[in-house]
């Protein structure tokens, strides 16, 4: 039994559904154009289904923030999903008005329709419980015109506001197919992995890494954590290693002392256990030149593994029947430096696991390798899958737990 009903559990013929997604999505600075429609695609099937069943499907989203470049409104994202689904999805340019409700009870059965940008809504971000949401007129005046609610934004299942939590309170919810199939899969790799259980993770940041390691380790998710790009620099640094000042700059910018010694605490809790990279890719002559961790430290960033690294990491990762990977190894934008993760990430995938691939930039690096259709699970996750794998209760699923308790199945 699920602790949250599912469209398994919701009868939506001829109902008028709000579908909360999340079509926060990568736009071009000068066009506005959508670059990566990733997010939009993997709500196909919940909308396919509901338009199957007859329902009249109102959609609800964000794109950007208040004061960001990219806080738009949603005609766009209404074409491009238009053209996605090849079926109309009128757009309306208000949210909880009259002319949106009026819009709304106009609706026939299997139509799509959606609404603008909820993060226009004043309040809309504001961090409060399901029952204070569920007071203000945004929840109260759609609720009049709805009969069921849905949340298919697992991507932005971490955030406590209005339109992802408030409709839990005033309608029957569930959860729309993504969401479910998002934390069935996720669930069983933080609850129960199959074992040995091996995260890749790199990228360029660091910081929120520190607590995120320890989370997987403290509850046996992870058995081996094996690091590159960033995070390793860090955790070298924290070992002493002296990475040479162009590095050591890119590591101070973004932490402080205390994180350096929040890592080599770290380090010493759990020695065999992190593995970090023993060599190394710098650029000279515009060619990618490989250097041994005893050649640190050097004027050069480091752009990417080495040979070495590689090769260590692949027989680390062999016997693996889980393999998280969050990351890039290198910068691999670039082609000289896009060997690691090249590498590694083909390697996994010829792999006898579970693979599962978390975040913006490695999605990218997956996709731009050709190699997302051969990974087990991608999560449409950023913020939202990084605190779902440490273990921490998401607001948005706890708000669809208290929705079943409310609402008796009646179909
Ligand atoms: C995301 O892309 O991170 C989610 O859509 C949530 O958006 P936010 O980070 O702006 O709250
Ligand atoms: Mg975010």
């Not at 919940?46 to 960001?68: M, P, Y």
């Not at 996605?84 to 009870?105: M, P």
């Amino acid at each position: 039994m699920m602790e949250y009903n599912t469209l398994d559990d919701m009868n939506v013929e001829g109902k008028t559904v709000l579908l909360r997604v999340d079509f926060n999505m990568p736009l071009d600075k000068k066009t506005f154009e959508i670059l990566d429609v990733t997010r939009m695609k993997r709500v196909v099937p919940t909308l396919h289904e509901l338009h199957d069943k007859k329902a009249k499907t109102v959609i609800l989203a964000h794109q950007g923030r208040k004061g960001s470049w990219d806080f738009t409104d949603l005609s766009n994202h209404a074409k491009t999903l238009s053209s996605i689904l090849q079926k109309n999805v009128t757009f309306v340019d208000d949210i909880h008005g009259q002319k949106a409700r009026d819009a709304i009870t106009a609706m026939r059965p299997g139509e799509y329709l959606m609404l603008d940008n909820v993060r226009k809504i004043p309040y809309e971000t504001d961090k409060k419980s399901a029952e204070e949401h569920a007071k203000t007129p945004f929840i109260k005046d759609l609720s009049s015109v709805a009969d069921v609610f849905i949340n298919d934004a697992f991507a932005a299942a971490h955030r406590k506001q209005c339109s992802l939590i408030g409709f839990t309170v005033t309608l029957p919810s569930c959860a729309g197919r993504l969401m479910e199939k998002e934390i069935t899969t996720l669930s069983k790799i933080v609850e129960n992995p199959e074992k040995p259980s091996v995260f890749l993770f790199g990228g360029a940041k660091f910081s929120d890494m520190i607590i995120t390691i320890e989370r997987l380790f403290e509850h046996q998710t992870a058995d081996k954590i094996l690091l590159t790009g960033l995070p390793a620099n860090a955790f070298l640094k924290a070992k002493g290693v002296n990475l040479g000042p162009a590095n050591e700059k890119a590591l101070l910018d973004e932490g402080s002392e205390e994180q350096f010694t929040q890592i080599k605490q770290l380090l010493d809790k759990y020695p065999d256990q992190v593995y970090l990279p023993s060599d190394f890719a710098i650029e000279e002559n515009n060619q990618r030149k490989e250097i041994n961790i005893d050649d640190l430290p050097v004027d050069k960033p480091l752009f990417d593994i080495g040979q070495k690294t590689i090769e260590g990491y692949e027989n680390l990762l062999s016997s693996a029947k889980t393999i998280f990977l969050s990351g890039p190894c290198g910068v691999f934008e670039n082609p000289i430096f896009m060997k690691g993760t090249k590498e590694l990430f083909t390697y996994i995938t010829t792999l006898d696991a579970f693979t599962i691939v978390g975040g913006g930039h490695t999605v990218a690096a997956v996709k731009k390798l050709n190699l997302d259709q051969k990974m087990s699970h991608i999560s449409t996750g950023g913020g939202s899958l990084e605190k779902f794998m440490m273990g921490e209760k998401l607001p948005v699923i706890e708000a669809l737990k208290e929705a079943k308790k409310k609402y008796v199945v009646t179909r």
